[in-house]
């Protein structure tokens, strides 16, 4: 089955199918794939959105913009453009509209950055148990505000990996309390919860998209009297953006914590050496004395990506150790794709 550019955008794919798929209907189109012809209809895919249609009046372009309710995020679009001009590069080709990248961009970004709406929205709740049963709970339920409907994999649900770090992490306390944590790629922020929950000194969750990380501000908000109950100060939990990659070029970003937590972070390809490069740069700013950790879940679905994972850890000398997943309570019932069965627990240090 093949797909259109267009459906592909629609699915956020991995950039390179989307350019790839663009040139094929370019292709089949008999046009000159790289016309400027092209290149306005690459502009009006990406800026295309339900509120602001681009004219095509005066064009042979067809695109059902209708149901393209979920439109790339401001990242995804410069990633794509810049993707997109470095392959016309490698064909030896010229962009001939100098103007098109920064163009696009400023529609892509005036158009696209809309947080979605709270009313596409859905609240999870879990009833988390508490070590200290002396403790007077009015507020017992945990709650995850989610957009099931959404593209941006931040905000559509509780992954399965991020449920079963949060029951590692109930199982094995003693992997945070009194250490600070960070959070890469925090979703909805389940797993950071339970960190803090469980004893850690500080969580900072982290992510990079806008509306992931409206959300996690939102959720932190919602649950600032749950974390009071369990005797948290709402200190201990904090929001942050980081961008893989961004974290491991520029040493202002980097977070004093002891352990950088992850669940269901691998899962493309072109985000694994960027990943790779924050993980390390985490560990490597540790001192010998006080060695650093990283402890990822990791949903096991495609080999050859994780293959790729493995190598890349190789090449920067981080070691990873497998934990037994045997005997994990089982708290946070979410409906679920993947069997829990595929997700892989592990620590990860410098080797000597
Ligand atoms: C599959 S979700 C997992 C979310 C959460 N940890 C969980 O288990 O429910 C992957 C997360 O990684 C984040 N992410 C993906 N690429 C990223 C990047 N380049 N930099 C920072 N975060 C990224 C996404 O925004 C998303 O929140």
Redo the contacts with the bound molecule.
Sequence with gaps: MTFTSQQYLHALAPIDKVIDAFIEDEKSSNTDVWSIQSQGRFADLLASSPDASPDLSNTDIKIECDDIEFLPSEKYVQKLMKRYTTRLEMEGKELEDNNLASLVCHFSMSQISKLPDPADSCLLTYQVPCRDLSRQMKHDLLRIRIYPHHN???VA???????C?AEYLMQYPECVRGLSCI??????G??GFIAAAVGAKSVHM????DA?LENLIYNVSINNEWLGDRGIDTDTVSIGN????EYAEHDCCSHPADVLI????V??VE?IP??VATVSKFLSSGSSTNAKVALF?TTYRNRSTFALFERELEKKRIMCAYKSQDKMPYVFPCYFNQPRSDVRICTMTLSE
């Design positions: 941006d994999v931040g649900k509780v992954w399965e990996a991020g449920a770090l959070e890469i790629g925090a979703g909805v389940l797993t982290t992510d990079y998209t992931t980081l961008e893989w990659g992850a669940a269901d972070v899962y493309t985000c960027d990943l879940a």
